[in-house]
């Protein structure tokens, strides 16, 4: 049965769902009976979030999909069958049930069988709200650990993997000698946001306010802020893009400045210590990644982009990413 749904669902939709193409991330939707105002954004907003309307059609398209997460959303009348048959692919991120009537389908999560199964909602409010959390998660989380191994040469070239991060460390260290503190370095910056986030309303509101209102004191502000930049900015470090990096040089140097700035302020008070600084981080990596950290343990470890960390272990595992 299909359901109405309001015209500010239908516009919170188009913000939550419109993201890029390169995002690394497809969002499918297996409904037979979805409303036909969410079908229609949803197909409209991006070729990354597809919409099911048979569990063939479903299948297949998982299938098809190469390296990305999935976040998947199915009706509940499905849900069974899909938890039995998909929940151990290992493309899916996370599943969320659909549904009329919570109480139906409660016994899934209260079994705790199914890992990657996150909720079940009646609402739309409720679902966009959680479906938004995950996005945020996912996308944050993207950067993986770059393993130089100086001794298993069959999982990389030595010759070639050190060349490649001699040279991406040079080319880093000369965008932050690079003269960027002009009106032209950002309206450069601002074109090209513009430009990659033109179909997602709210990034452009945010463009908008960075351009208006952004100091050079606010980086650390602007990239821990759910917003156009962390994303833009994580993305670029992880795929290496030097164009993309070289457009982000205006940020890309005011955000090195300022946790410069805050790391001189606070190492006196460590180094009189003489304490090592423990931080952590939460994140869930697939076994083979986490097996290849454990088996480069005294080797160089490199990281594509900046670490949020916390002081607290406990907090660092709240943020980690179902997968």
């Known amino acids: 049965m299909k359901r109405s749904i309001k015209q500010e669902e239908i516009n919170e939709s188009k913000d939550i769902f419109t993201f890029n193409t390169d995002e690394d991330l497809t969002i499918v939707w297996f409904d037979d009976s979805i409303d036909d105002g969410i079908r229609i954004t949803l197909e409209q907003a991006h070729d990354h979030v ?18 990305e997460k999935i976040i998947l959303i199915t009706a509940g009348r499905y849900s069974r069958e899909v938890l039995f048959r998909i929940h151990d692919n290992e493309k899916i991120d996370t599943i969320y049930i659909f549904c ?22 009646a609402e739309y409010e409720s679902l966009f709200t959680i ?12 950067s993986i650990f770059n393993l130089f191994n100086h001794n298993d040469k069959p999982i990389r070239d030595l010759e070639h993997e050190s060349n490649n991060y001699l040279w991406y460390q040079l080319f880093r260290d000369t965008l932050m000698t690079m003269h960027t503190e002009t009106e032209q370095c ?6 090209y946001c513009r430009s990659y986030y033109r179909s997602n309303k709210k990034f452009l509101e945010d463009i908008n306010t960075f351009e208006q209102t952004y100091k050079s004191s606010d980086a650390i502000y602007w990239y ?7 994303r833009f900015v ?24 300022n946790l410069k700035l805050l790391f001189d302020d606070n190492f006196q008070t460590y180094q009189e210590s003489l304490e090592a600084i423990l931080v952590y981080r939460g994140l869930t990596l697939p076994i083979k990644v986490i097996d290849q950290i454990k088996q480069s343990v005294g080797r160089h470890v490199s990281t594509n982009g900046f670490l949020s960390t916390t002081f607290k272990r406990d907090v660092a595992e709240m943020f980690q990413v179902h997968t």
């Open 186 to 191: 950002k309206q450069q910056l601002i074109d």
């Open 131 to 142: 479906v938004k959390q995950q996005i945020h998660l996912i996308l944050k989380h993207l």
């Open 50 to 67: 597809k919409i099911c309307h048979s569990f063939d059609e479903m299948t297949s398209t998982i299938d098809n999909i190469r390296n």
């Open 234 to 257: 994580n993305k670029a470090l992880r795929t290496e893009d030097i164009e993309a990096l070289f457009r982000l040089r205006y940020f890309l140097k005011d955000l090195c400045k």
């Open 224 to 230: 821990t802020k759910d917003s156009f930049l962390y």
């Open 100 to 121: 009329l009537n919570v109480s139906l389908y409660q016994d899934l999560i209260d079994e705790k069988k199914y890992s990657r199964l996150i909720g079940i909602y």
